[in-house]
């Protein structure tokens, strides 16, 4: 049978990052003709807050970095892909025969001797599609499940990463993309401080949810306030 790995299983590599912070925060500087806020080289984060608050982000747009995903879903990556303002390469099920990559599952699911059950009489369908139908692997692949593992690598600007951050930190989110950003976040901290150590969802921003009857049952929990923008 095919592996089967949880969400906790996923991997962020990062691939490369083009110009650094420092670099573009000096270009900010003198854009806004603040000079003031560069100290001897170094930015001042003074700065990184206020083009933060005031919304004035296009300088983050030219902050680049690339990431290595792996192991995680397919249902992961339709989610990921709605972020539009990002570039993205993923594993094709199209090309590739997929009966070698594993499942990625709920950690509660893992486990459970019906759901291996599904997924290994999915697999032998596949299999038995391409193998002994000989059907083209672009058409065997509409039986494959949503819980088929997926590398994907993803290049990513800070200013789109202020707003990935912002939805996906929601604890309204399913559990695979709210542990990704989770972990994604940490990687960002250590890459660019002085602005992702501001980011995250509106509960945290603002004091308050804004999805309004939409707001995540353990926000209710945690009794922070609900309201509109």
Known sequence: MNKILSYEDMEINVIQSTLSPDHIIKVACAI???Q???DDGIPNPKLIKYLFTANHTSPFEHCYITFLIKNVSRS?????TRHRMGSFTAASQHYQKYDSYPDILDPQMVNMKTVRTFLS???SMYDYLTSLLLL???EARQVLSNSKAVNILWTVNARSLINFFNQRLCKRNVQEMHMFATKLKEICINWFPDLFVLVGPDCETLGGCTQGKMKAE?????NIPNFKR
Do not use: H, S
């Not at 992961?76 to 990921?80: H, T, V, W």
């Open 32 to 34: 806004t003709q603040k």
């Open 121 to 123: 009489d999915v697999n």
């Open 36 to 38: 003031d806020l560069w």
């Open 218 to 222: 353990v926000c209710r929990n945690e």
């Open 136 to 138: 083209p692997k672009e």
């Open 76 to 80: 992961f990556l339709a989610q990921i």
